[in-house]
């Protein structure tokens, strides 16, 4: 049981690897954060998670979706 474990966390630990690999091809360095928030989003990822690969805070992506949202119904 213990050994299925370890192996399903070594599973997990590889995929979150691979979410934050893709993500990163998703967003380019040179966007703004509002616009890698958004495309990060649509790829699945929480603010949470945004905001560790764009090296901000939760708060300020949270803001930038909010403002793209905004910016969005005109």
Request: aromatic letters at 2%.
């Amino acid at each position: 049981m213990k050994e299925d474990n370890d192996g399903l966390s070594r599973v997990e630990a590889k995929l979150d690897t691979l979410i934050r690999l893709f993500a990163l091809g998703v967003i380019q360095e040179h966007d703004s954060l509002k616009n890698r928030a958004v495309q990060l989003q649509k790829a699945g990822l929480a603010p949470k998670e945004i905001a560790v690969l764009c090296d901000s805070t939760p708060n300020a992506v949270s803001v930038a979706l909010s403002n793209a949202k905004r910016d969005a119904k005109g």
